[in-house]
T-cell receptor, first 111, second 115 residues
Framework: RKEVEQDPGPFNVPEGATVAFNCTYS??????FFWYRQDCRKEPKLLMS???SGNEDGRFTAQLNRASQYISLLIRDSKLSDSATYLC????????????FGKGTLLTVNP | DAGITQSPRHKVTETGTPVTLRCHQT?????MYWYRQDPGHGLRLIHY???????DKGEVSDGYSVSRSKTEDFLLTLESATSSQTSVYFC??????????????FGPGTRLTVL
């Protein structure tokens, strides 16, 4: 099983749609989880951290299921500006300063 | 945005030549990282630093060396560039390890082409 695995997509959705991204991680000892977004030919930027209780930031909701080793990101009322690659990121167990990045899921929001 | 710059932003070089990429931060963060990003592989850690003169290898360190003589600067050197090192290189910083992994902030990247 790959350390961090994401559906590669691409996802093509119309404006206003709800879209969900899923991610699985292999090591149950991982403690920190993040979603980053990366625009074309740009650097990755933190979108949100993922907490055990789940967390929401405007139209974005992140969920963590430790039992299933599964992380999700839900985007509601998607905008054209949400078009980007979304990276699932998990810390390396045994290291609290190294991260493992998924390969990303490409989202295109169409008018 | 975190104060991270990378230089050069673009570079074309020939096989066998040495290349040095620079990462500079103004945040006084302890940890600095070098990643490469290639299609189909995502971001992979090359080397990282946990303090001045303290560095360690990542998962794809062969052919690369690093140095950190000051908190703000982290240099990545390709001793003898090969075509397989054509990639986009990102520097990242984080404040501290602590009990919870800190967010990493990325520089704008360097596009390196080795002919």
């Amino acid at each position: 099983r790959k350390e961090v695995e994401q559906d590669p997509g691409p996802f093509n959705v119309p404006e206003g749609a709800t879209v969900a991204f899923n991610c699985t991680y292999s090591n149950s000892a991982s403690q920190s989880f993040f979603w980053y977004r990366q625009d074309c030919r740009k650097e990755p930027k933190l979108l949100m951290s993922v907490y055990s209780s789940g967390n929401e930031d405007g139209r974005f909701t992140a969920q963590l299921n430790r039992a299933s080793q599964y992380i999700s990101l839900l985007i509601r009322d998607s905008k054209l500006s949400d078009s980007a690659t979304y990276l699932c990121v998990v810390n390396n167990p045994g290291s609290n300063y190294k991260l493992t990045f998924g390969k990303g899921t490409l989202l295109t929001v169409n008018p | 945005d975190a104060g991270i710059t990378q230089s050069p932003r673009h570079k074309v070089t020939e096989t066998g030549t040495p290349v040095t990429l620079r990462c500079h931060q103004t945040e006084n963060h302890r940890y600095m990282y070098w990643y490469r990003q290639d299609p189909g592989h995502g971001l992979r850690l090359i080397h990282y630093s946990y303090g001045v003169k303290d560095t360690d290898k990542g998962e794809v360190s062969d052919g690369y060396s690093v140095s950190r003589s000051k908190t703000e600067d982290f240099l990545l050197t390709l001793e003898s560039a090969t075509s397989s090192q054509t990639s986009v290189y990102f520097c990242a910083i984080s404040e501290s390890g602590g009990l919870r992994t800190d967010t990493q902030y990325f520089g704008p990247g360097t596009r390196l082409t080795v002919l």
